[in-house]
């Protein structure tokens, strides 16, 4: 059964800084790893999605790796800002076209002005 | 865009109550899906669909159960409310395939006194 941890639980930083949030899986056989951020309250917004035969995806200030032999995955965020104040989820797909994800915890993220 | 809307934003329910909470996704996507998100816990899907009429159970299906008449359309159902079903609860849709991304609605908080 897929597990995902991410790492740090809780991070605050300068704005302008540029930082990595780190994620974790156990389960090498993933089609796909998802990116979301969720607001206070709010539902969840795809960021980016990584399939499983790529090592990266970009959108923005965001890019994404994949690294499936090592179980791992970063989001990098460059030059930080306060609207980037969120919490910060992965998942993966381990079960194919119709299965659910698998969720890590999050990281809550603070830009400080 | 894609659109995910959930009947309600907030929910109060007495416990034994039958509580139906109701998602409807606008982007013709034959996946879709029922968290819940709990302090501590993370998101752990409740049930999925993969078509008209099809279920799926996720990890946590006890105590709930799920309709899907219409493609677009994708109800959750607890049968007898109890406290410990107090959360909030995310419904996703998605296309059919390995790769696809889900998209999430805005979740509805449901209180079970």
């Known amino acids: 059964k897929q597990e995902v941890t991410q790492i740090p639980a809780a991070l605050s930083v300068p704005e302008g800084e540029n930082l990595v949030l780190n994620c974790s899986f156990t389960d090498s056989a993933i089609y796909n790893l998802q990116w979301f951020r969720q607001d206070p309250g709010k539902g969840l917004t795809s960021l980016l999605l990584i399939q499983s035969s790529q090592r990266e995806q970009t959108s923005g200030r965001l890019n994404a790796s994949l690294d499936k032999s090592s179980g791992r995955s970063t989001l990098y965020i460059a030059a930080s800002q306060p609207g980037d104040s969120a919490t910060y989820l992965c998942a993966g797909n381990s079960g194919g076209g119709a299965d659910g994800l698998t969720f890590g915890k999050g990281t809550h993220l603070i830009i400080q002005p | 865009d894609v659109k995910v809307t959930q009947s309600s934003r907030y929910l109060v329910k007495r416990t034994g109550e039958k509580v139906f909470l109701e998602c409807v996704q606008d982007?013709?996507?034959?996946?879709m899906f029922w968290y819940r998100q709990d302090p501590g816990l993370g998101l752990r899907l409740i049930y999925f669909?993969?078509?008209?009429?099809?279920?799926e159970k996720g990890d946590i299906p006890e105590g709930y159960s799920v309709s899907r008449e219409k493609k677009e359309r994708f109800s959750l159902i607890l049968e007898s409310a109890s406290t410990n079903q107090t959360s909030m609860y995310l419904c996703?849709?998605?296309?059919?395939?390995?790769?696809?991304?889900?998209?999430f609605g805005p979740g509805t908080r449901l209180t079970v006194l």
């Open positions: 996703a849709s998605s296309l059919r395939s390995s790769f696809a991304t889900q998209y």
């Open positions: 982007m013709d996507h034959e996946n």
């Open positions: 669909s993969y078509d008209v009429k099809m279920k």
